[in-house]
């Protein structure tokens, strides 16, 4: 966004929350393309058929992004929650990832990435919990977890 370069979000999980990241992307709105598509913390689920229901969904939107050659960068906001609950087929995302066309930097999101992912990624980052106020019964918190 800073080099004026096209950028697509998908968010797989937080769905139509009104979260600080929408916020701040909206400010960008000719350059962002932001789509949050989840039903919100998996971990939490009622409704397991529903959660991979909108997993499927925001892959969907997230291939149409891949394959536009508008963007150079899409990011799959905590997409590898759905990858972990095999809500999606990483097999099947890899093959998409890996023939995406040049130029295009993808951002998959999100702890426990699968073995298979890692592999086929250029870059890997791993952020670890120490201390989490989740752990001692805190709700998710305005900026700090959306």
């Given at each position: 966004v800073g080099h004026e370069m096209?950028?697509?979000?998908i968010q797989f999980i937080k769905g139509a929350w009104n979260t600080g990241e929408l916020r701040a992307l909206e400010t960008f709105s000719k350059l962002v393309t932001f789509k949050a598509l989840g039903e919100g913390f998996?971990?939490?689920t009622q409704h397991k058929e529903r959660d991979i229901a909108a997993a499927k969904t925001a892959w969907e939107a997230a291939k149409e992004m891949i394959a536009d050659h508008t963007y150079a960068m899409v990011m799959?906001?905590?997409m590898n929650i759905a990858l972990r609950y095999d809500y999606l087929d990483v097999g099947a995302v890899?093959?998409?990832?890996?023939?995406k066309h040049p130029g295009l930097h993808v951002v998959v999101t999100g702890r426990n990435a699968k073995p298979e992912l890692i592999e086929a990624a250029d870059l890997v980052t791993e952020m670890t919990i120490v201390k989490h106020p989740f752990r001692e019964g805190v709700k998710a918190q305005p900026s700090i977890e959306f």
């Open positions: 096209l950028v697509g979000v998996t971990w939490e799959l906001d905590e890899v093959d998409v990832l890996s023939s």
